[in-house]
Nanobody, 119 residues
Framework: VQLVESGGGLVQPGGSLRLSCAAS????????MSWYRQAPGKEREFVAA????????NYADSVKGRFTISRDNAKNTVYLQMNSLKPEDTAVYYC?????????????WGQGTQVTVSS
């Protein structure tokens, strides 16, 4: 299983970025996907999640109305469109998925992509 994030960078407050997470090594179209983030000195926190088809999504209150999670199952890729970015959105962003094996599961993480919101 491999998850590779990209699209991070430096952006001014109010700007936009689109993150991508390319997945391989598992059946992408049958697995929910999520985005998390971790700011310096803080715990990793949930940002957004999508069901297998993208038909249902949910968001952390802090990003509702500004971020949109989407996925392209033909490309095995999940996206996070981030608009109206704020300095407090600065963090390393990670995608993840949970794969079930018999009576257990493993959570896989990508390596993360840095997002810095600053003027």
């Amino acid at each position: 299983v491999q998850l590779v994030e990209s699209g991070g960078g430096l952006v001014q407050p109010g700007g936009s970025l689109r993150l991508s997470c390319a997945a391989s090594g598992f059946t992408f179209s049958t697995n929910a996907m999520s985005w998390y983030r971790q700011a310096p000195g803080k715990e990793r926190e949930f940002v957004a999640a999508s069901t297998e088809t993208g038909g249902s999504t949910n968001y952390a209150d802090s990003v509702k109305g500004r971020f949109t999670i989407s996925r392209d199952n033909a490309k095995n890729t999940v996206y996070l469109q981030m608009n109206s970015l704020k300095p407090e959105d600065t963090a390393v962003y990670y995608c993840n998925t949970k794969l079930y094996y018999f009576n257990s599961y493993i959570i896989y993480w990508g390596q993360g992509t840095q997002v810095t919101v600053s003027s």
